[in-house]
């Protein structure tokens, strides 16, 4: 399963997301795309295994802060950069929802520094699901304004002045958004 999903994130990263189909991914593995369904059902469940993948991936080594807010700010960052890091992928995440079985044992530092700050398990999703739509939204507005990103690896860059904007930009939402969440009071 993991060699299917490695090659399904090359085949996107390489040509593109409309590129990903099991006859695709079985060329890139040197097998029968039918030997394929053996292990996933369908298209539709590589792309969710690519997601959860890339999600999980974004966030292995995660060091959260001693803050939730820390915390969610170095989520937002290394979400950020593993976007950057697979362009073609942007759009998939923008349309499929990470696994919550996938989402909740990741994230689970990051929800450990909310219960210390004494914000509730709704809440603090809340507050993690808007910051990561915010930053997947300018992920995707910044893959879709140039196709390419300094991480990207396709040898393709944006110029300093448009990724020093987009940096200025993502920075300044990101810590609007989080000092929002500290002056909200908490329901309950």
Do not use: C, K
Request: a negative charge.
């Amino acid at each position: 399963m993991d060699q299917i999903t490695a090659a399904a994130i090359e085949v996107v990263d390489r040509e593109g997301l409309e590129a990903l189909t099991m006859r695709r991914i079985g060329a890139h593995l040197g097998v029968a795309a039918m030997s394929l369904y053996r292990h996933l059902p369908g298209r539709d469940a590589i792309l969710s295994t690519v997601v959860n993948h890339l999600f999980a991936t974004a966030l292995a080594d995660l060091e959260a802060g001693p803050t939730w807010a820390e915390a969610l700010t170095a989520f937002a960052v290394a979400y950020r950069r593993m976007l950057l890091e697979h362009p073609n992928a942007v759009p998939l995440l923008a349309t499929h929802p990470v696994d919550p079985d996938t989402a909740v044992p990741v994230l689970a530092a990051l929800l450990e520094r909310f219960t210390a700050a004494g914000v509730a398990q709704d809440e603090a999703l809340i507050r993690i699901q808007s910051v990561g739509v915010f930053t997947l939204g300018h992920a995707l507005a910044q893959v879709g304004a140039g196709g390419d990103t300094e991480d990207s690896g396709t040898g393709a860059t944006q110029d300093s002045a448009s990724l020093d904007y987009y940096q200025r930009w993502f920075d300044a939402g990101l810590q609007a958004l989080v000092a929002g969440f500290e002056h909200r009071r908490t329901p309950g």
